[in-house]
Each structure stands twice: as structure tokens, then as C-alpha cells.
């Protein structure tokens, strides 16, 4: 866990792994008649040949505090009033107890309690717990969203959205020149501070926590409790369009193409830009052999492709960890024209010239990554390859 101070948004972002699973879209301007049977979409007949019910779910409340939780809340905080205060207490607290470190395990997602109590778990894990404990010292502290950009799967040969949550702490300046609303994030991956944000609600949250067990529950072949999960995450946010992205993914998956095709509708509907929804409906129309409408859909995402950074960004990642560092410069300069006030851009670039032994170029390109932005996270993930590159300077 760390604090990064940014204007207007103080902290950054915690990470959480509810997997969307598409590529890129496009910015469509209308908005398309959604399918009329939504029940329908939810009944889960098609796979299992019957009305698949969340009433055996057991209705968690994820941010519920123990009595542990508690006792901690007034050994930390102890008599302290003031907010900023309590908040550093609470931080300093957390790390004294050894919360903050090693302990992040991707897969599980835990309620608030149980990741006090077993001190591991993934960002979404993290956000519940640090959530629980502020206000229960009396902090607003909220979830908020973080809109990124999709991630490049190289084996798989798509995109990957995942959705990003960190803890929003109202009214606790840092410093005073960045205003009074500070985040906190739980892991080393940063979003950048221009990217779109918003506050969601403890109910939004609890969907997304149903999701992510249904997201697991699928990878572990689990496929009627996955889906149950995915049903009950749905219920509590209907307006949600990654939720019916994923129902489009899991219907796709048992081969049940006209029920993906609705349910990838539903969430354009919800959000005629989406990305994910556009994709998948390009996949599902070429399943069911409309292969005019396919092309269609993929024409979209071609040209929504064309004219976004950080899909060529992605693909120059994916094609430097292959060693292609040829198609790597080509995807990272493609990137950095379109949006060239990136650092994190440069900063693969730099990587990339090393690699191509292009040593003067890739130090202007480390220089201009300082310049432009921060990429501690990728100093990180590459350690190894700027052990042995031209210093940052």
C-alpha cells in the first residue's frame, strides 16, 4: 500500500480483478432496443434446462466489522478527533500489523472481516477491509471506480478489461495544494490520473464482490454456481453492462450463441460505447454465421482500435515480452502519436530502443517518461531489463 499524491485526485487506485471478457469497441452514438426478455437471459434455462435460483446465496454484507476489527479501530486510533489524523493512524496501523506487503493473492476475493482476519486477499479484498475500518473510526470513506484501459493477452490473443476500485477518503488533505479528497491504493498498478472516475455505491460494490466468485467459480469448472453468482450480481446492479458482458462471455462459452448475442445487446444498450459489448457481438454474430453483421461489428472495433493509445501501448507490450522488438517500436510510436504526453509510453520505448541497442534514443525516451508521468509500477514489472539498461538519469 502506498499514497501517490495527483491534483484533484490525491491517491491512487486499488485493483480489483472482475474480468470483462473482450477487446476493443467503439464509440457508438445510438443507443440499440435492448432483448425484451431479460428474465429470460437470467433464468439460465438455456444451459441447465430449468430456472437456476440465487436464493441458496447467503446474503453477505461485505462490510461487516468484527470484533477485532473494532478493538484494532481503538488501539490505532485510540483519542483522536481529527480526520487526517485518524486516517494516517489507521495506515500506520495496518502496516505496524503487517497487512500491507506480500499478502495480495489475485484470485480471492474476501468481505472486509475475513481479510482482517487472514491478512491476504486481492485489491477488492483490501478495499473492503480499509473501507470497514475508516468508518468505523468515523471517516467517509466511499468506492470508486476507475475506468482503464484494456490489457493485451498475448497467449490469448485479446484484450482483457478489468475494472479498478480504490477506497475514496472525503475530507482528508494530504496536502493542501491538491485539495481535500484523497484515494489510497493497494497495489503497484497506477492508473493514470486523467482517467475517468466515479464513486459507486456499497450495493454496486457487493455486485462486483458476486462477480469476481463467479469469475472464479468459472475457471474452476464450477458452472451452475458460477452462474448463480453472476445472477445475483446482476440483480443487485441491472444497469451494470460489464455484468451482462460477462452473462454474454459465459452463455458464449456453453455455446449458446443467440443468448451471448442478447446479453451482449442488453449491455450496449446500457452503454452504446462499450467496448466489450461491441466485440462480443462482432464474436457471436460470425458463431451464428451472420457473418454480414459480424463484419460489422468488427469494422466498429477496428476503427475504435485505430485511433486509441493504449490499445497500441498493449500491443507493444505483448510484443516486447515476445522479443519482437521491431513490431514493439512500430506499436509504441503508433501510441505516443496519438497520445504523446504519456509517460508510461516512453518508458517502453525506451525499453524497446535498448533492446534494438539504440542507446542515445532510448535515454531521451527515459528522460521524456519523467517528464511526462509516473511508471513506478513498470520500473517493477521490468527490474530486470533496466538493470542493465542506460541510466534514468
Known amino acids: 500500500m502506498r499514497v501517490l499524491r495527483e491534483p484533484h485526485v490525491k491517491v491512487t487506485a486499488a485493483f480489483l480483478a472482475v474480468v470483462v471478457l473482450s477487446a476493443c469497441a467503439t464509440g457508438i452514438t445510438h443507443r440499440p432496443a435492448p432483448p425484451a426478455d431479460r428474465a429470460g437471459l437470467l433464468s439460465g434455462e438455456a444451459v441447465f434446462g430449468e430456472v437456476v435460483s440465487t436464493d441458496a446465496i447467503e446474503s453477505l454484507d461485505i462490510l461487516a466489522v468484527s470484533d477485532s476489527m473494532s478493538a484494532f479501530v481503538d488501539t490505532v486510533v485510540a483519542e483522536s478527533r481529527m480526520p487526517n489524523i485518524k486516517f494516517r493512524r489507521l495506515l500506520k496501523g495496518l502496516a505496524d500489523y503487517g497487512y500491507f506487503g506480500h499478502t495480495y493473492v489475485a484470485d480471492i476475493t474476501r468481505t472486509a472481516s475475513d481479510t482482517f482476519e487472514r491478512k491476504s486477499g486481492n485489491c477488492l479484498s483490501y478495499t473492503n477491509m480499509f473501507i470497514a475500518l475508516a468508518r468505523e473510526a468515523g471517516l467517509d470513506a466511499r ?13 490469448a490473443g485479446y484484450l482483457i478489461r478489468y475494472t479498478h476500485v480504490n477506497v475514496l477518503m472525503k475530507g482528508i488533505e494530504i496536502d493542501p495544494l491538491y485539495g481535500r ?10 492508473p493514470e490520473p486523467d482517467y475517468p472516475r466515479r464513486t459507486i455505491s456499497d450495493r454496486d460494490a457487493t455486485a462486483l464482490f458476486y462477480a469476481n466468485q463467479s469469475v472464479n467459480m468459472l475457471r474452476n ?3 451452475r454456481e458460477a452462474f448463480v453468482y453472476l445472477k445475483k450480481s446482476i440483480e443487485l446492479d441491472p444497469d451494470n453492462p460489464n455484468l451482462w458482458i460477462n452473462l454474454g462471455a459465459f452463455y458464449a462459452k456453453q455455446e449458446r450463441f443467440q443468448q451471448a448475442l442478447d446479453a451482449y445487446l442488453v449491455a450496449l444498450h446500457e ?4 467496448r466489450g459489448a461491441v466485440s462480443g ?3 457471436a454474430h460470425y458463431l451464428m454465421g451472420n457473418f454480414e453483421e459480424a463484419a460489422q461489428y ?3 472495433a477496428r476503427r475504435y482500435r485505430d485511433s486509441n493509445p493504449y490499445y497500441h501501448y498493449a500491443v507493444a507490450q505483448a510484443e516486447y515480452e515476445q522479443d519482437h522488438y521491431d513490431q514493439a517500436l512500430e506499436a509504441i510510436n503508433t501510441a505516443i502519436g496519438l497520445k504523446y504526453r504519456n509517460g508510461r509510453f516512453h518508458f517502453l520505448k525506451g525499453l524497446t530502443e535498448y533492446k534494438l541497442g539504440d542507446y542515445e534514443h532510448a535515454q531521451d525516451s527515459f528522460r521524456r517518461a519523467a517528464r ?6 513498470l520500473k517493477q514489472r521490468y527490474v530486470s531489463d533496466l538493470a542493465r539498461a ?4
Open 143 to 155: 468506492y470508486q471506480i476507475v475506468d482503464v484501459p484494456p490489457s493485451w493477452d498475448a497467449d
Open 221 to 223: 469448472g464450477e458452472l
Open 390 to 393: 542506460v541510466p534514468l538519469g
Open 281 to 283: 457481438l462482432a464474436r
Open 181 to 190: 479528497d484523497t484515494s489510497v491504493d493497494f497495489n503497484d498498478v497506477l
Open 271 to 274: 452503454d452504446p460505447g462499450s
Open 298 to 300: 468488427e469494422a466498429q
Open 372 to 377: 511526462y508521468g509516473n511508471y513506478r509500477d
